[in-house]
């Protein structure tokens, strides 16, 4: 799933986007995946997010572009989080992640 900060559905989710860009601009791993949107090298970084009760969730592996403000989640990233989903729909997955995702840029996280 391709997350873009200027594509944020909400002011908060674009701020903590943002936030999680400037991680990206001078930390992490370089790795051999070049940013749909602007072609420069991804970098990588482990994020915790922390539930609304304040506990931790365990950590996501983010891809993050260090020019452009996008996030790359590899396949099951956000299913780790997410709620299970008892019979596939494609449709219905798609807006779960989605909201998933909007929920995550509320919640308080830390990058290691």
Known sequence: ?????????????EQKLNKMHDAFETEGDEINLDCPFC????????????????????PIEIDGCP?????WFDAGEL???SPPIVEYDANREAKALSIVMEMLMHLPFVIL
């Open 39 to 58: 072609d420069s090298h991804m970098r990588v970084r482990k994020i915790v997010f922390s539930r609304i009760d304040g506990t931790e969730m365990d």
């Open 79 to 81: 299913q780790k989080i």
């Open 67 to 71: 020019s452009c403000s996008s996030f």
């Open 1 to 13: 799933m391709l997350l873009n900060a200027d594509a944020a559905s909400s002011t908060i989710s």
